[in-house]
């Protein structure tokens, strides 16, 4: 089974740009995390998508936005971008059957997109 | 203060020597995982548990949830065993998509 893949692996944006990642989950898994991850804020925890809604959030600014398609692929979006904002996004897939606020089952994640804004 | 303290931040031994990293966690619980990060950035789940002991070859992870503590021990460490070791939450209420991580600690094994 393939696993949780993200495209792309690096880019670079200047100041005031959008940026948008792609992020497709292990086959069957329908719940997306995405994470930031800078140096100085460590790993935090964005969004969180399930059956293309928006199940929880953390604490980041409306700048940051997310959506997931019918077949469990996730995308985030930055708009006008901050140096600030230089960092990996990681994201990743977790087996939730739904019904209930998340899954119990282990989080399988991608290998990263890092962002870097000049 | 952050929620899931970790130490030490680095720590550098031999190779064979028995390692041992500590997190304390600050809020309710409904499970508690240890993280590894390699070098370019990928992040592997190691564990996963809520209560007792856990172990997989040469790693092992215990929780005490009443001290709100975890350990990772890691047995006849290897330097393939360098990487960053996160410890991370899945606060009351929450599943695993929603984690708060602990600052992680740099584990450099030198042969």
Redesign the interface.
């Given at each position: 089974k393939a696993g949780v893949t993200q495209t792309p692996r690096y880019l670079i944006k200047t100041r005031g740009q959008q940026v948008t990642l792609s992020c497709s989950p292990i086959s069957g898994h329908r719940?997306v995390?995405w994470?930031q991850?800078t140096p100085g804020q460590?790993?935090?925890?964005l969004f969180?998508y399930?059956s293309e809604t928006q199940?929880?959030k953390?604490n980041f600014p409306g700048r940051f936005s997310g959506r997931q398609f019918s077949n469990s692929r996730s995308e985030m979006n930055v708009s006008t971008l901050e140096l600030g904002d230089s960092a990996?996004y990681?994201c990743?897939s977790?087996y939730?059957i739904g019904g209930?606020?998340?899954?119990?089952?282990?989080?399988?994640?991608?290998?990263?997109t890092?962002l870097t804004v000049l | 203060k952050n929620e899931v303290e970790q130490s030490p931040q680095n720590l550098t031994a031999q190779e064979g020597e028995f390692i041992t990293i500590n997190c304390s966690y600050s809020v309710g619980i409904?499970?508690l995982?240890w993280?590894q990060q390699h070098p370019?950035?990928?992040?592997?789940?190691l564990f996963?548990l809520s209560s007792g002991k856990k172990k997989h070859g040469r790693l092992i992870a215990t929780i005490n949830i009443q001290e709100k503590h975890s350990s990772l021990h890691i047995t006849a460490s290897h330097p393939r065993d360098s990487a960053v070791y996160?410890c991370?939450v899945?606060p009351t209420?929450?599943?695993?998509?929603?984690?708060?991580?602990?600052?992680?600690t740099r584990l450099t094994i030198i042969p």
């Open positions: 719940s995390s994470y991850q460590g790993l935090q925890f969180e399930f199940r929880n953390g990996l990681l990743a977790t939730d209930g606020v998340g899954s119990y089952n282990e989080q399988f994640f991608g290998p990263g890092r | 409904s499970a995982h993280l370019g950035g990928g992040i592997v789940s996963m996160i991370a899945s209420n929450f599943g695993n998509e929603k984690l708060t991580f602990g600052t992680g």
